[in-house]
């Protein structure tokens, strides 16, 4: 029943900034953990930033400090706001949600991807 539907996503000059949306299709954010992972070709996806219901967050090493990752609980959308992007971001990136469930395996969703590409 969930949807998870990404924004925002396209072309940007190094150093430069971007904000992609996540905008899910009902209010989850008390059960779900948000995250957004990237893919670029030929490599692994990979965690880039989490929010838990609790608010707490987490980000790879590669973008701390220069990414923030937040949400709106009005508009149920996370966010990820990417500053002093660099060539090496340049991937598809997805909107992740994951189902808080103690002891089970809980539902994981995810959106369709957004191309992001730093380039001059």
């Known amino acids: 029943q969930v949807q998870l539907v990404e924004s925002g996503g396209g072309l940007v000059q190094p150093g430069g900034s971007l904000r992609v949306s996540c905008a899910t299709s009902?209010?989850?954010?008390?059960?779900?953990?948000m995250g957004w992972y990237r893919q670029a070709p030929g490599k692994e996806r990979e965690l880039v930033a989490a929010?838990?219901?609790?608010?707490?967050?987490n980000y790879a090493d590669s973008v701390k400090g220069r990414f923030t990752i937040f949400r709106d609980d009005v508009k149920n959308t996370v966010y990820l706001q990417m500053n002093s992007l660099k060539p090496e971001d340049t991937a598809v990136y997805y909107c992740?949600?994951?189902?808080?469930?103690?002891?089970?395996?809980?539902?994981?969703?995810w959106g369709q991807g957004i191309q992001v590409t730093v380039s001059s």
């Open positions: 929010i838990t219901s609790g608010g707490w967050r």
């Open positions: 009902r209010s989850i954010f008390s059960v779900y953990k």
């Open positions: 992740n949600a994951e189902e808080i469930r103690p002891g089970v395996l809980g539902r994981v969703i």
